[in-house]
C-alpha cells in the first residue's frame, strides 16, 4: 500500500521519480568521495589496525555469494572503515566487462562487510606511522566470476 495521497488537482504522484540511482550529480560525488577515502594516498591521519577474521563455518550458504580471503589486517579509521578498505581491495564489476544485477557497484556484496561472515578486532590504535590499506593478507580480485566460460 502507498502512502502517496493525493489532494487537490495536481498531477498523481505515483512515488517515482525520473532519476537513475548512482546517475545523479549527489551519487557520483559520492562514490568519487568514498573511493578518495578507500584510496591509501589519503595518509596524515590517526589510525588503528585492525584484523578481519572468517567467523563462518566453512560451509556456511553466505560464502557462496561472497568468497572469503582468510584473514586480514589493516590500517583504517574505525572498524567500519576497516571493512571499507578490505572491500575497496576486492575487483569490482565496474573495472571489467560486466553488469551487476541490481546495483550500480559489487563493493557492497563484499563477504568483508557481512558481519556474520568477519569480525573485526582492533589489535593497535592512534598510529600516525601507517597509510590507510591492507597491511597483512591478501585479497583476490577472482570474486566476480564470468558467466560465460573462455
Not at 489532494?7 to 559520492?30: K, L
Not at 575487483?91 to 551487476?100: G, H, Q
Request: no cysteine; aromatic share 4%; charged share 30%.
Amino acid at each position: 500500500m502507498s502512502n502517496v495521497s493525493r489532494t487537490g488537482n495536481e498531477e498523481i504522484n505515483n512515488a517515482t521519480s525520473p532519476t537513475t540511482f548512482g546517475r545523479s550529480v549527489e551519487s557520483q560525488a559520492q562514490m568519487q568521495d568514498a573511493a578518495a577515502e578507500a584510496s591509501p594516498e589519503t595518509g596524515g591521519e590517526i589510525l588503528n589496525i585492525y584484523r578481519l577474521e572468517p567467523i563462518a563455518a566453512p560451509d556456511d550458504p553466505r560464502w557462496d555469494n561472497a568468497p572469503g580471503h582468510g584473514v586480514v589486517v589493516v590500517a583504517a579509521r574505525t572498524p567500519g572503515d576497516a571493512r571499507i578498505v578490505a572491500a575497496a581491495r576486492e575487483l569490482d564489476f565496474m573495472e571489467v566487462d560486466a553488469a551487476p544485477a541490481e546495483d550500480v557497484t559489487t563493493v557492497n556484496a563484499s563477504a568483508f562487510r557481512d558481519d556474520k561472515l568477519y569480525t573485526v578486532i582492533e589489535i593497535d590504535r592512534d598510529r600516525y606511522d601507517i597509510k590507510r590499506g591492507i597491511l597483512d593478507g591478501t585479497v583476490s580480485v577472482d570474486t566476480i566470476r564470468p558467466v560465460e566460460p573462455d
